[in-house]
């Protein structure tokens, strides 16, 4: 069974930092893409970033580019995202899951999803 735990969400201010992981269980992901999306509130889930297997060419979406970092520990099937200079736009639930391209779009790449994280991007 695949289980997927983020963890490192919180409050912050704009501005700030906050660094997320996702724990992977149930299966090795070091040969998948991993990436993590967002779900803010009254909108649609969205794509944020993603790492293929090697942790080489990273990809993100426009608005988080050069603020965050996506890196991943294969020998502890963990996935990461760095967020700097956060912004209230950044408020939503961050999810990690499997990863897959098709064109310029990234879909979730597993039927499964964890809990996901909270981050609240105060004004």
């Known amino acids: 069974q695949v289980q997927l735990v983020e963890s490192g969400g919180g409050l912050v201010q704009a501005g700030g930092s906050l660094r997320l992981s996702c724990a992977a269980s149930g299966r090795t992901f070091s040969s998948s893409t991993m990436a993590w999306f967002r779900r803010a509130p009254g909108k649609d889930r969205e794509f944020v970033a993603a790492s293929p297997w090697s942790g080489d060419m990273p990809y993100y979406t426009d608005s988080v580019k050069g603020r965050f970092t996506i890196s991943r520990d294969n020998a502890k099937n963990t996935v990461y995202l760095q967020m700097n200079s956060l912004k209230p736009e950044d408020t939503a639930v961050y999810y990690c899951?499997?990863?897959?391209?098709?064109?310029?779009?990234?879909?979730?790449?597993?039927?499964?999803w964890g809990q996901g994280t909270q981050v609240t991007v105060s004004s």
């Open positions: 899951n499997a990863a897959v391209r098709y064109g310029s779009t990234w879909y979730p790449g597993g039927d499964y």
